[in-house]
């Protein structure tokens, strides 16, 4: 025990060493425009990846998920898992990184793809969510090798596609192959963005549905013909804002959601379309005879989603009998349960100890807003001792002008490498 303070200072000095190893790499992860959709030089992300850390000694596999939403010849959906055995028999570490990132959007003062560091920063698409942890955890690891300390077990680093699409074509089609799963795998490490100091336990539910309204076409001068299918959506909007969203707004979970606002149940309106497609050129003037909206539901761990459905659809009922006209289709797209694991875990606990070792704070622990792979690992791996934790900023995710910290990167690292320490030791 003596040794210890030691080797994590030299862990520290290993990982200070490569801080600008660090920037290079997650400049170099940008720059891959891994645009999901529609997945994107998914293929040229893992293939450097894998060359990275096959290089370090990492055995290195490719697994395709063939036939999985959007995988096609031009863009396959390729993951990467990297596996380097410790000095004996032991547990498995593995940090788990999506490759894929949202598009680009409207609003950047800089080049989204370029990798760009200004003011101690790395700003692109993706830094933050989550290229940036993923850089953090493959320096971890490299650090933890270097030591030339005789860890047992096994360290993996993957990356895998799809994350934010749900998920499917990566890490879910990997769990169900026993990717995630005892006894290859014991303890996994999420580096997704959701600040340095915390510890993430898991995530609050979703359910996705297309709601469509229907009308029938006529003449645009002459609409009392017709039957408008966006004004039959405007009355699906007006009875959420009426019966729905104050009902939700007075839900309340013992979770610990950050930000505060979504320890309430929310809705989102996706997306909306009526009438002809946006595509049609110049418009001709028609009645609208379909309108489609797609809403996205958040639960919290007290709430089950076939409730949250019914809510939904008695107000779609209530409409039918009341509104003339009014004829409608509700259509689900996904679903995903909550999900929590202990906080007295050994990587939750790893990671907290860790935390106030590097930053000389103690770990808040925090559940995530959104969904992440956290809920393959859980549901389909049936592995429950998993969190996320990395350098991003949440709230920087998917943002126009989205950064890293260079200093929470390096500081992630630590904590990454000495939690992993500690888990291999089977100290956790
Ligand atoms: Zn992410």
Not at 123 to 149: F, H, Q, V
Not at 395 to 414: C, G, L, R, T
Request: net charge negative; hydrophobic share 40%; with cysteine.
């Amino acid at each position: 025990m003596a040794m210890q303070p030691d080797l994590s200072d030299n862990l520290h000095r290993l990982i200070e060493g490569r801080r600008d190893e660090m920037v290079a790499l997650t400049q170099e992860l940008v720059r891959f425009p891994t645009v999901n959709p529609p997945g994107e030089g998914y293929r040229e992300c893992a293939e450097f990846i894998g060359e990275r850390l096959s290089g370090r000694g990492f055995a290195v596999e490719y697994v395709r998920a063939a036939g999985t939403p959007g995988d096609s010849d031009r863009h396959p959906r390729i993951n990467v898992i990297a596996r380097r055995a410790g000095s004996g028999p032991g547990p498995c570490v593995h940090f788990n990184s999506h490759i894929d990132v949202v598009q680009a959007g409207s609003g950047w003062s800089v080049e989204p793809f370029a990798g760009v560091v200004k003011d101690g920063r790395i700003y692109g698409r993706g830094t933050c969510d989550m290229k940036g942890g993923l850089a953090a955890s493959i320096i971890a690891a490299e650090a933890l090798i270097d030591s030339d300390e005789k860890l047992p077990g096994a360290l993996e680093i993957s990356g895998t596609v799809d994350e934010e699409s749900g998920g499917y074509g990566g890490v879910h089609y990997l769990a169900e192959r026993g990717w995630f799963s005892a006894p290859r795998v014991n303890h996994v490490i999420i580096p997704e963005p959701l600040n340095v100091d915390r510890v993430c336990i898991g995530h609050r539910g979703v359910w996705w549905a297309e709601i469509e309204t229907r009308g029938r076409q006529a003449h645009g001068s002459m609409p009392f013909l017709g039957d408008c299918a966006v004004r039959h959506m405007h009355a699906v909007i007006e009875s959420f804002e009426r019966d729905l969203y104050p009902r939700l707004a007075a839900r309340h979970t013992d979770m610990p959601v950050v930000p505060a606002g979504a320890q309430a149940s929310t809705l989102n309106i996706n997306s909306i379309h009526g009438g002809q497609p946006e595509s049609a050129g110049f418009p001709a003037p028609c009645v609208a005879d379909s309108c489609r909206m797609v809403i996205d539901r958040r639960l919290l761990i007290e709430e089950d989603i076939a409730t949250a459905k019914s809510e939904v659809r008695e107000l779609l009922e209530r409409l039918a009998a009341d509104r003339k006209g009014f004829e409608y289709s509700l259509r689900d797209i996904f679903e995903v349960k909550p999900t929590m694991s202990d906080r007295n875990g050994p990587v939750a606990r790893s990671t907290a100890a860790a935390i106030r070792q590097v930053l000389g704070r103690d770990a808040q622990f925090i559940c995530s807003p959104g969904t992440y792979d956290q809920k393959h690992i859980d549901r389909v791996g049936k592995l429950r001792d998993c969190i996320a934790y990395g350098p991003g900023i949440l709230d920087m995710a998917h943002q126009p002008d989205e950064y890293v910290v260079i200093d929470d990167m390096v500081n992630s690292a630590k904590v990454m490498a000495l939690a992993a320490r500690t888990l291999l030791l089977g100290n956790g």
